[in-house]
């Protein structure tokens, strides 16, 4: 069983970074991609960043792109997810999710097998 934990959430105005942590224990971290996703009140999981195992691919949504990166270190078994030049929509749970099989519909929910119980990440205007 892997243990995924997300920490580093908080409240920061817009234009402000944040940078969320994802913990993973239970399992050879170096062979699982990661994803990000996020959820805001009343609408559904969307998908956000997505790392390959090995690290060497790296996906965002539209939305996210030039503003967010995300990376892993394995030495660590930890994934990242840095948030720059935060927007008021960006404000939502952030949840980090493993897939030890490296699908490539990386944008799925149902993908991941191990989910994290969501870190919250507050922009005001």
């Known amino acids: 069983q892997v243990q995924v934990v997300e920490s580093g959430g908080g409240l920061v105005q817009t234009g402000g970074s944040l940078r969320l942590s994802c913990a993973a224990s239970g399992r050879t971290f170096s062979q699982y991609a990661m994803g990000w996703f996020r959820q805001a009140p009343g609408k559904e999981r969307e998908f956000v960043a997505h790392?390959?195992?090995?690290?060497?691919?790296?996906n965002y949504a539209d939305s996210v792109k030039g503003r967010f990166t995300i990376s892993k270190d394995d030495a660590k078994n930890t994934a990242y997810l840095q948030m720059n030049n935060l927007k008021p929509e960006d404000t939502a749970v952030y949840y980090c999710?493993?897939?030890?099989?490296?699908?490539?519909?990386?944008?799925?929910?149902?993908?991941?097998?191990?989910w994290g119980q969501g870190t919250q990440v507050t922009v005001s205007s």
């Open positions: 999710a493993a897939d030890p099989w490296g699908s490539t519909a990386f944008q799925k929910v149902s993908t991941y097998e191990y």
């Open positions: 790392i390959s195992w090995s690290g060497a691919s790296t």
